[in-house]
């Protein structure tokens, strides 16, 4: 605890630099230049509040605390009990960071929510998928099954609502009028879920190497706008059409 008070006093005293990333590279990528953070870094939420955090690991960077594609250096709180970077990584500093304040440091990627596998052939880069993308009805379904990691979709099964208020009143679930729309944007509040997830869109069930060509140059931007995902087309519209795009074998 002294320990961890004393280096809080020093970040207070030490002058404001610009510093490169250094140390914990967690949760960064390297854009040519330098290491840059991932939008996964700072996707989460911190657990107790931004104000507390921001006072349990202050930053002395002019470019202020991690955020998507910048190269603010972590605090050092958040890693280590050195004072300058290059810095060893003492485990039970991370460990404090990720469990009260995982986005102020910079480690939202390492939490359970966003450290899984992500599909072997993904449709998107799932490194750069940004928070608008998460939260986009023409999205969220694509990253669930494809790049969970990127959103905090670990452990959803590949499956989530395509739109976030579908949990605010459930009783759209039984509606008659709403059946489309909740077959297509709220198959996890509902229960409507596909019950193979394995990966890609997996509407042909099962798992396999290869997938049915695209008849249409089309698929691109059909998938965007929710063709694969939309149950108003079978499976086999799907796979006639967009085998490849919607990983459908």
């Given amino acids: 605890m002294i320990a961890i ?38 996707a989460c939420q911190n657990t107790i509040s931004d104000a507390s955090c921001a006072i349990l690991y202050p930053t002395t960077d002019t470019l202020g605390l991690p955020a998507a594609g910048n190269a603010a250096g972590r605090p050092l709180a958040c890693y280590t009990t050195a004072t300058v970077t290059p810095a060893a990584v003492v485990l039970d500093m991370k460990t404090a960071a990720l469990a009260s304040c995982p986005k102020t440091c910079g480690f939202c990627c390492n939490t359970d929510a966003f450290n899984c596998k992500n599909a ?17 009805p023409a999205w969220r379904n694509i990253i669930a099954a494809d790049c969970p990691s990127a959103c905090g979709f670990c452990g959803q099964g590949g499956c989530v609502d395509a739109v ?15 059946q489309s729309f909740v077959n297509t944007y709220c198959q996890k509040s509902c229960g409507r ?3 193979t ?12 190497t290869s997938y049915v060509a695209d008849s249409s140059s089309n698929c691109a931007s059909w998938a965007k706008n929710g063709f694969c995902t939309n149950n108003f087309y079978t499976v086999d519209q799907r796979r006639a059409r967009c085998g490849s795009t919607c990983r459908i074998c």
């Fill in 5 to 42: 008070i004393s280096i809080l006093f020093a970040s207070f005293l030490a002058p404001e630099v610009s510093a490169a990333i250094g140390g914990d590279l967690n949760c960064t990528v390297y854009n040519g230049t330098m290491f840059v953070w991932t939008p996964a870094a700072v």
């Fill in 120 to 136: 072997d052939y993904p449709r998107l880069n799932c490194a750069t998928i940004t928070n608008s993308q998460c939260n986009s």
């Fill in 164 to 178: 976030t208020n579908c949990g605010n009143d459930l009783s759209i679930c039984q509606n008659i009028g709403m």
């Fill in 193 to 195: 879920c596909p019950s």
């Fill in 197 to 208: 997830t394995t990966s890609g869109y997996n509407n042909g069930g099962g798992s396999c």
